[in-house]
């Protein structure tokens, strides 16, 4: 059975750093053939998508609220998926999900909460 296990969240002040990890466990298919994203979802909100990555790492795209500050990258090595978050802000302030998608089918992750606050 794939597990999607995220981590790495917290309570951060406003202007600092979380680096998310997302690792696929019971992953028997070639990780490396699945694109990636990751979401957050803030209370009351939609859940929206933050970034992403293709299979082989070599195209990444970015929501333009957090373009220039997140980066995503991946290991297919470790079936890894990370998020580099930096300059935080309290609107970043959500449960970040990650997801890894190929075709029609996809797994998700159980989230892990990020708190920018003072």
């Known amino acids: 059975q794939v597990q999607l296990v995220e981590s790495g969240g917290g309570l951060v002040q406003p202007g600092g750093s979380l680096r998310l990890s997302c690792a696929a466990k019971?992953?028997?298919?070639?990780?490396?053939?699945?694109?990636a994203r990751w979401h957050r979802q803030a209370p009351g909100k939609e859940r929206e998508l933050v970034a992403g990555?293709?299979?082989?790492?070599?195209?990444?795209i970015y929501s333009d609220s957090v373009k220039g500050r997140f980066t995503i990258s991946r290991d297919n090595a470790k079936n890894t998926v990370s998020l580099q978050m930096n300059s935080l802000k309290p609107e970043d302030t959500a449960v970040y999900y990650c997801?890894?998608?190929?075709?029609?089918?996809?797994?998700w992750g159980q989230g892990t909460q990020v708190t920018v606050s003072s």
């Open positions: 990555i293709s299979s082989v790492g070599g195209s990444t």
């Open positions: 997801q890894i998608l190929r075709g029609g089918f996809d797994y």
């Open positions: 019971g992953f028997t298919f070639t990780f490396s053939n699945y694109a």
